[in-house]
């Protein structure tokens, strides 16, 4: 069974950097596409940052430039470095693991961004 565990939210300021982190356990982690969503109150959970096993990474555009998504497939963690953070990066954040179309969500950490 997968799990997946989150730390590393809380509130920061505008132009601050929070780093999340993500341990799975219960998979095979190098052979899984990782990722990072977030849902604001109100709208959709949308995609943050994606890494494939093969390495490929995809951001949305609010994030690029500003947010890093990388893993360590030896501690079966992935990270979300987030630095420049804006207020509209305010939502609960949620790691994900996906294979072969079937996905898994750890239970999300909240990212507060206000002054």
């Known amino acids: 069974q997968v799990q997946l565990a989150e730390s590393g939210g809380g509130s920061v300021q505008p132009g601050g950097s929070l780093r999340l982190s993500c341990a799975a356990s219960?998979?095979?982690?190098?052979?899984?596409?990782m990722g990072w969503y977030r849902q604001a109150p109100g709208k959709q959970r949308e995609l943050v940052a994606r890494?494939?096993?093969?390495?490929?990474?995809n951001y949305a555009d609010s994030v690029k430039g500003r947010f890093t998504i990388s893993r360590d497939n030896a501690k079966n963690t992935v990270i979300l470095q987030m630095n420049s953070l804006k207020p509209e990066d305010t939502a609960v954040y949620y790691c994900?693991?996906?294979?072969?179309?079937?996905?898994?969500w750890g239970q999300g950490t909240q990212v507060t961004v206000s002054s």
């Open positions: 994900n693991a996906e294979r072969l179309g079937a996905q898994s």
């Open positions: 219960g998979i095979i982690f190098s052979v899984y596409a």
């Open positions: 890494l494939t096993s093969g390495g490929s990474t």
